[in-house]
C-alpha cells in the first residue's frame, strides 16, 4: 500500500510489539510464550510481504488464516488441563492494562480510513465504538486493582461489554473485506489487513485482546 505513510505504519508495529510486551508482562515473563509469538509474528509478516493475503477470490478465502490459527489455539486453551492451567497463572491486572493499546488501534485505524484502505465503518467516526474499552482499561485497572473501590462484579461487567465492542468491530472488518462474502463498504473495502505490516492485527493484537477478556471473565467467574 504505497499511499500508506511509513509513520503509521511504523505507529502500528509499535503498538503490537508493546500489545505482545504486555501480554508476556502478564505470563510472569515466559520466554516460550514471547518466542511463540514473536515467532508467529515473523512467519505472518513474511507472508504478507509476499502479496499472499492480497487474493481474494479464492475459497476459503486466504485471509482466514489471518485469524483462524489463532482462535482455534485459544479454543486448544480453554479444553485442555494446561491451557487452562495457563490462563489461570495469567495476571488479572497486566491483562487489564493490555487494553489500553485499543486507543493506538484506533487512532491507526482512523488513519487508515483517510488513507482510504478502510471503510469508515470501521473507526470511531463510523460504527466502531472499541475505543472505548481502551480509554476506560486504566480507569478501571486504577480503581479495580490499586484503590480496589470497583468489585469483581463490575470489573466483569466491564471485560463483558468490552468484549462485545471487539466482536462488533471484528465481524464488521471480516465483513468489509474483498471476500466473495463481503456485505459493507463495497466503495472502499477493507483491504489495510491484506498488507504487511496490517496482518498483524488479526493474527496477533486482535486475539491477544480477546485472549485477555476470555481469560480475565474466566478468573473472574471462578473467584466468585
Known amino acids: 500500500m504505497e499511499n ?10 509499535v503498538i503490537t510489539f508493546f500489545t505482545v510486551w ?19 509474528l ?7 510481504l509476499t502479496g499472499f493475503y492480497t487474493k481474494t ?21 480453554f479444553t485442555t488441563q ?6 489461570d497463572s ?22 487508515l480510513f483517510l488513507q482510504k ?15 472505548l474499552s481502551g480509554l476506560s482499561a486504566p480507569i478501571i485497572y486504577y480503581f479495580g486493582f490499586v484503590r480496589k473501590v470497583l468489585n469483581k462484579k463490575i470489573i466483569l461487567i466491564w471485560n463483558f461489554l468490552c468484549l462485545g465492542l471487539l466482536i462488533n468491530i471484528v465481524v464488521t472488518a471480516i465483513l468489509s473485506a474483498p471476500t ?30 480477546l485472549l485477555s477478556h476470555l481469560a480475565a471473565i474466566r478468573q473472574l467467574t471462578n473467584n466468585e
Not at 65 to 76: K, R
Not at 117 to 131: A, C, H, L, Y
Not at 193 to 204: D, G, M, R, S
Request: proline residues 8%; positive net charge.
Open 57 to 77: 477470490d479464492t475459497l476459503p478465502p486466504r485471509i482466514a488464516l489471518l485469524g483462524l490459527p489463532a482462535i482455534l489455539f485459544i479454543i486448544g486453551l
Open 22 to 40: 504486555i501480554f508476556y508482562k502478564s505470563t510472569g515473563g515466559s520466554k516460550k510464550t514471547l518466542v511463540v509469538l514473536l515467532a508467529w
Open 117 to 131: 484502505v478502510i471503510p469508515q465503518r470501521m473507526t470511531f467516526e463510523g460504527m466502531n465504538f472499541d475505543i
Open 180 to 209: 466473495p462474502f463481503q456485505q459493507f463498504a463495497f466503495d472502499q473495502p477493507n483491504i489495510a489487513i491484506l498488507y504487511f505490516p496490517y496482518v498483524w492485527l488479526p493474527c496477533c493484537v486482535v486475539p491477544l485482546v
Open 4 to 13: 500508506v505513510p511509513i509513520y503509521l505504519s511504523l505507529l502500528f508495529e
Open 90 to 111: 495469567l495476571d488479572l491486572k497486566t491483562l487489564t492494562l493490555l487494553h489500553t493499546i485499543r486507543v493506538g488501534v484506533e487512532l491507526v485505524l482512523l488513519g
Open 42 to 48: 515473523i512467519a505472518q509478516g513474511l507472508i504478507g
Open 82 to 87: 494446561r491451557g487452562k492451567q495457563f490462563i
